[in-house]
Protein backbone atom coordinates (compact mmCIF):
# COMPACT_ATOMS: atom_id res chain seq x y z
CA UNK A 1 0.00 0.00 0.00
CA UNK A 2 1.14 3.12 -0.59
CA UNK A 3 2.20 5.74 2.24
CA UNK A 4 1.83 9.59 1.81
CA UNK A 5 2.90 11.26 3.78
CA UNK A 6 2.61 15.39 4.13
CA UNK A 7 5.40 17.48 5.24
CA UNK A 8 4.85 21.08 6.13
CA UNK A 9 7.75 23.59 6.72
CA UNK A 10 8.82 26.96 5.76
CA UNK A 11 12.41 26.02 5.32
CA UNK A 12 13.15 24.75 1.79
CA UNK A 13 16.02 23.23 3.24
CA UNK A 14 14.10 21.22 5.90
CA UNK A 15 11.42 20.06 3.56
CA UNK A 16 14.41 18.70 0.82
CA UNK A 17 16.34 17.29 3.78
CA UNK A 18 12.74 15.31 4.77
CA UNK A 19 11.55 14.62 1.62
CA UNK A 20 14.62 13.02 0.49
CA UNK A 21 14.79 10.58 3.22
CA UNK A 22 11.04 9.79 3.24
CA UNK A 23 11.09 9.28 -0.40
CA UNK A 24 14.61 7.19 -0.25
CA UNK A 25 12.60 5.09 2.12
CA UNK A 26 9.61 4.52 0.25
CA UNK A 27 7.10 7.17 0.97
CA UNK A 28 5.24 9.36 -1.53
CA UNK A 29 5.96 12.80 0.08
CA UNK A 30 3.69 16.17 -0.88
CA UNK A 31 5.32 19.26 0.24
CA UNK A 32 3.17 22.37 1.83
CA UNK A 33 5.07 25.37 2.95
CA UNK A 34 2.75 26.97 5.84
CA UNK A 35 -0.27 25.50 7.57
CA UNK A 36 -2.14 27.58 4.88
CA UNK A 37 -1.12 25.75 2.18
CA UNK A 38 -1.19 22.72 4.05
CA UNK A 39 -4.35 22.38 4.38
CA UNK A 40 -4.82 23.16 0.90
CA UNK A 41 -2.73 19.99 -0.34
CA UNK A 42 -4.84 18.17 1.83
CA UNK A 43 -7.72 19.26 0.59
CA UNK A 44 -6.18 18.11 -3.16
CA UNK A 45 -5.66 14.95 -1.89
CA UNK A 46 -8.86 14.47 -0.15
CA UNK A 47 -10.22 15.42 -3.90
CA UNK A 48 -8.16 12.96 -5.62
CA UNK A 49 -9.69 10.39 -3.52
CA UNK A 50 -6.52 9.46 -1.45
CA UNK A 51 -5.25 9.16 1.57
CA UNK A 52 -2.93 10.38 4.31
CA UNK A 53 -1.11 8.15 6.83
CA UNK A 54 1.03 10.55 8.28
CA UNK A 55 1.46 14.85 8.49
CA UNK A 56 4.81 15.95 9.66
CA UNK A 57 4.66 20.03 10.79
CA UNK A 58 7.00 22.20 11.22
CA UNK A 59 5.74 24.69 14.28
CA UNK A 60 7.11 28.40 13.10
CA UNK A 61 5.52 29.32 10.17
CA UNK A 62 4.50 32.35 8.30
CA UNK A 63 0.69 32.58 7.60
CA UNK A 64 -0.20 29.98 9.63
CA UNK A 65 1.72 28.56 12.29
CA UNK A 66 1.85 24.65 13.32
CA UNK A 67 -0.25 24.69 16.16
CA UNK A 68 -2.59 26.43 14.55
CA UNK A 69 -2.38 23.88 11.77
CA UNK A 70 -3.07 20.89 13.93
CA UNK A 71 -5.97 22.72 15.31
CA UNK A 72 -7.35 23.32 12.06
CA UNK A 73 -6.74 19.74 10.76
CA UNK A 74 -8.64 18.72 13.80
CA UNK A 75 -11.94 20.02 12.31
CA UNK A 76 -11.32 18.21 8.60
CA UNK A 77 -11.71 14.32 8.01
CA UNK A 78 -8.47 13.91 8.56
CA UNK A 79 -8.22 14.84 12.00
CA UNK A 80 -7.69 10.90 12.71
CA UNK A 81 -3.84 11.28 10.86
CA UNK A 82 -1.02 11.22 13.39
CA UNK A 83 0.74 14.76 13.11
CA UNK A 84 4.26 14.39 13.81
CA UNK A 85 5.52 18.01 14.82
CA UNK A 86 9.75 18.55 13.58
CA UNK A 87 10.74 21.65 15.12
CA UNK A 88 13.82 23.37 16.66
CA UNK A 89 11.45 24.09 19.33
CA UNK A 90 11.99 22.00 22.73
CA UNK A 91 10.54 24.32 25.20
CA UNK A 92 8.47 22.53 27.32
CA UNK A 93 5.56 25.03 26.80
CA UNK A 94 5.42 24.84 23.24
CA UNK A 95 5.30 21.41 23.54
CA UNK A 96 2.70 20.95 25.34
CA UNK A 97 0.55 23.65 23.54
CA UNK A 98 1.37 20.79 20.65
CA UNK A 99 0.23 18.07 22.21
CA UNK A 100 -2.96 20.18 23.19
CA UNK A 101 -3.84 20.93 19.63
CA UNK A 102 -3.61 17.02 18.81
CA UNK A 103 0.25 16.52 18.25
CA UNK A 104 0.90 12.87 17.88
CA UNK A 105 4.70 13.06 18.38
CA UNK A 106 7.44 15.35 19.00
CA UNK A 107 11.04 15.28 17.18
CA UNK A 108 13.78 18.32 17.66
CA UNK A 109 15.68 19.24 15.13
CA UNK A 110 18.41 18.76 13.90
CA UNK A 111 17.47 15.08 13.68
CA UNK A 112 19.46 11.71 12.74
CA UNK A 113 17.47 10.28 9.63
CA UNK A 114 17.45 7.48 11.27
CA UNK A 115 15.23 8.48 14.58
CA UNK A 116 12.79 10.38 11.54
CA UNK A 117 12.76 6.88 9.88
CA UNK A 118 11.99 4.88 13.51
CA UNK A 119 9.06 7.48 14.54
CA UNK A 120 7.59 7.35 10.84
CA UNK A 121 7.86 3.44 10.93
CA UNK A 122 5.75 3.67 14.27
CA UNK A 123 3.34 5.81 13.32
CA UNK A 124 2.17 4.37 10.10
CA UNK A 125 2.44 0.92 10.88
CA UNK A 126 -0.90 2.20 13.21
CA UNK A 127 -4.50 2.12 10.98
CA UNK A 128 -5.68 5.90 11.38
CA UNK A 129 -5.07 6.54 7.22
CA UNK A 130 -7.56 4.08 6.21
CA UNK A 131 -10.08 6.54 7.86
CA UNK A 132 -9.56 9.56 6.12
CA UNK A 133 -11.22 8.09 2.92
CA UNK A 134 -14.69 8.10 4.52
MG1 LIG B 1 9.95 27.22 10.35
Redesign the pocket.
Known amino acids: MEKNILIV???PT?RTSISFCLSNAGYTVTEAVDGKDGLEKLDEIKNKGQIVSLIIS????PRMD?VTFIKEIKKTSFKFVPVLVL??ESQESKKQEGKEAGAAGWLVKPFRPEDLLWIIKKFTRRPHGSKTTT
Open positions: DDSADINMGTT
